[in-house]
């Protein structure tokens, strides 16, 4: 389906028809592993469910419609999808420049799976794009960013670091997790590869863990497609069901999650307990400018230090409405403490994240509801 058409619509229809067999309006779940064939090597366009599948077709086409690229690769995380994508892209010799603060599984995939492969790494701040492009060697094969990133909110100019990057002869690859395709579309300013965890705003319910690779050259898309049959780290066709039933909802949820998220900052940026609060929709957010310039809307996702680690710990295991717990994007609305959990595995690292910091993802419940569970926790 065209960009002609907008968001919404393409998010609800594109790759799902309604079925030639029975007229569902909804993709049906293909639960198959093989496919019957008319005569060796004559078949409807599927052969065996890890090369190929009509659920997760539907979905990876309505990924590319989305994100505004000609192929979609869906994976069963999105920790597959990275490690699909560096295993396609990359050899052992190769460099790569990640953010400074950097998702932690993905730090971990970096240093600990492809390092002792072949595959180093820099990292540097992604909102410098002088620090960037001083990262980059003669060898630098991919730059990664996370905009915004996890967990400090911080915001990269995706058209210059593409610049940067494809000067150097390397590829950008954005993750769009935080953003998803709603807000920000990184294909459209020059990105080559968008990487999502689809188990966050993309599936939006707290109910399935996905990936998926997003990218604008056809060739590209099909260096991407053989690892991902090679390697086979698909998604199934349940995951991918719920995941296209999530992206169907994407547009109204981001509405919300944004709306609410707002509420929150003007709660946490005029309370006293409250020492520094990271959104970019703040105006004196050093990304603030850059966000407003490359994104639709700011975000459901917040992050703010108190006075210590005691009091972030104590903090979060204070609140009712919103709950512990990792992960984010949900409907509803999560607490964490991003040194302790999501970010543990870079502790002791460059990338370490403040032990005072916490994060939030924050829901589509109601407004008041959030401002007065967490202004009673921050009491």
């Known amino acids: 389906m065209s960009s002609e058409y907008g968001f919404d619509t393409r998010a609800i229809h594109a790759g799902q028809e309604p079925d030639p067999t029975t007229g569902a309006v909804v993709v049906p779940i293909y639960a198959t592993s093989t496919y019957a064939q008319q005569s060796v090597g004559v078949h409807s366009g599927y052969e065996y469910s890890r090369s190929g599948n009509p659920t997760r077709s539907a979905l990876e086409v309505a990924l590319a419609a989305v994100e505004g690229g000609t192929r979609g690769l869906a994976f069963a995380s999105g920790l597959a999808a990275e490690d699909t994508l560096l295993r396609a892209v990359c050899r052992p010799g190769d460099h790569a420049v990640v953010p400074h603060d950097a998702y932690g599984g993905t730090y971990r995939l970096f240093d600990r799976v492809h390092e002792p492969w072949g595959l180093t790494y820099s990292s540097a701040p992604i909102s ?127 509405d919300r999650h944004c709306a609410n998220a707002e509420r929150i900052v003007a709660l946490l940026s005029a309370h006293p307990a409250v020492t520094q609060v990271r959104y970019p929709g703040l105006v004196t957010d050093p990304g603030h400018d850059v966000a407003a310039k490359q994104m639709r809307g700011f975000g459901g996702m917040v992050a703010f230090t108190v006075s210590s680690e005691e009091a972030a710990v104590d903090l ?64």
Do not use: C
């Open 128 to 254: 410098d794009v002088a620090a960037m492009r001083a990262a980059i060697r003669s060898e630098t094969s991919v730059v990664w960013l996370e905009t915004p990133t996890n967990p400090l909110l911080g915001i990269a100019d995706i058209a210059a670091l593409a610049a940067v990057a494809h000067e150097a002869g390397a590829l950008l690859v954005v993750d769009n997790t935080f953003a998803s395709p709603y807000l920000q579309n990184p294909l459209a300013l020059g990105a080559d590869v968008v990487v999502h965890s689809t188990t966050k705003y993309i599936g939006g319910h707290s109910d399935v863990i996905g990936g998926a690779l997003v990218v604008a050259d056809p060739e590209l898309g099909e260096r991407l497609a053989y690892a991902q049959n090679a390697i086979g780290a698909v998604a199934s066709p349940f995951d991918a069901w719920l995941t296209l039933r999530g992206l169907k909802t994407l547009g109204v949820r981001m």
């Open 316 to 379: 979060v295991s204070r609140t009712r409405v919103f709950t512990l717990a990792e992960s984010l994007g949900g409907v509803e609305s999560l607490i964490e403490h991003p040194n302790r959990m999501t970010h543990a595995s870079v502790a002791g690292s460059p990338l370490e994240v403040d032990p005072a910091l916490v994060r939030l993802s924050v829901g589509i419940e109601s407004a008041e509801d959030l401002v007065r569970d967490l202004a009673q926790a921050l009491r």
